[in-house]
């Protein structure tokens, strides 16, 4: 009996881990500073704030650190981030901020933002400022 009973619990063990995979409750948080969604869809606009809660959630504060794109200076993700973090952040930090706040709009005019409308280079350039 005991045998059996062992048995049972190891499948029920993986039939409950393979349910936690198919729900995503294993998988790791979704990246911040990639938030590459620019458009002004619902699903866009949900997966910003959802970027933007993960933000600033973080309490190491990894996404300052990530390299940024031009489409996500054009989503305003980091940069409201930073904007809303700024008491919290160390003078490194800040300084980091700083210049990434000035290179977005040479960014988001550069080659990179080839894909990006004139509005949401104007809209990621003016929270930039």
Excluded at 58 to 68: F, I, L, Q
Aim: hydrophobic share 40%; proline share 5%; with cysteine.
């Amino acid at each position: 009996m005991p045998f059996w009973y062992a048995i049972r619990i190891g499948v029920a063990a993986g039939t409950l881990s393979l349910a936690g995979c198919s729900l995503g409750l294993f998988s790791s948080p979704e990246p911040t500073a990639t938030n590459n969604c620019v458009d002004d869809s619902k699903e866009c606009i949900d997966r910003r704030a959802v970027a933007l809660r993960s933000m600033m959630a973080d309490k190491d504060r990894r996404w300052v650190r990530e390299p940024a794109s031009a489409e996500s200076y054009a989503s305003g993700v980091r940069l409201f981030a930073y904007k809303s973090r700024k008491r919290d952040l160390s003078c490194d930090e800040l300084a980091h901020g700083r210049r990434e706040a000035d290179a977005a709009p040479v960014s988001l005019r550069g080659p990179a933002a080839a894909g990006l409308s004139p509005a949401q280079i104007s809209r990621g350039s003016m929270l930039a400022a």
